[in-house]
């Protein structure tokens, strides 16, 4: 009986630390963020980052940005080429030299706690929340990049 009673409270321990440590993947955690945050400016109608930087105006004046709605298009501003642009764009300032938030901070949620709740689920997936450029990134800070999918 004693051994049964450990046996259950190692497991039920095993699991609380599972739970906890519950990965934050992009199907589960970012993708329904990034549809109802992102795609509307970012989704498939969108031109590939290099098709975008060609005519930066033109789309522009259409109000839309690169395409990102995809796992592998939303890795290429976090690794490379675009290394820490999501970083950049999404930081609410305190990870930033300037302090200043980015870009597409705002475009995080509705209100300010939607916005931090959200931020904060990006940094948890990025796992190394790192701003800098590709010609400054290190070996060690990419590795660290968790982003799963
Ligand atoms: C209202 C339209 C709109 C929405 C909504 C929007 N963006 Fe953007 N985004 C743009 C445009 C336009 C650009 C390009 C202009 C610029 O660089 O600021 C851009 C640029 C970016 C960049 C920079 C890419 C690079 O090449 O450096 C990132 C990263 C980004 N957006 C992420 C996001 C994320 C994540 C969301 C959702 C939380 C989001 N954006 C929501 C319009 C939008």
Not at 34 to 51: I, L, T, V, Y
Request: hydrophobic residues 40%; aromatic residues 10%.
């Amino acid at each position: 009986m004693k051994k049964l009673v450990i046996g259950l409270g190692v497991m039920a321990f095993v699991w609380t630390v599972q739970a906890q440590a519950a990965e934050v993947t992009w199907q589960k955690d970012i993708k329904p963020i990034f549809d109802k945050q992102c795609a509307g400016c970012h989704g498939k109608d969108s031109p590939e980052a290099a098709e975008f930087k060609k005519d930066k105006k033109k789309w522009m004046d259409k109000g839309i940005g690169m395409r990102m709605d995809t796992y592998s298009h939303l890795l290429a501003f976090v690794g490379w080429p675009d290394a820490g642009a999501l970083m950049r764009r999404l930081d609410d300032g305190s990870g930033k030299a300037d302090k200043k938030a980015g870009n597409m901070y705002e475009q995080l949620g509705d209100n300010e706690a939607e916005r931090k709740a959200n931020l904060d689920i990006f940094k948890s997936w990025v796992g190394n929340w790192n701003t800098k450029r590709w010609s400054d990134v290190s070996k060690e800070e990419l590795n660290s990049i968790k982003a799963k999918y």
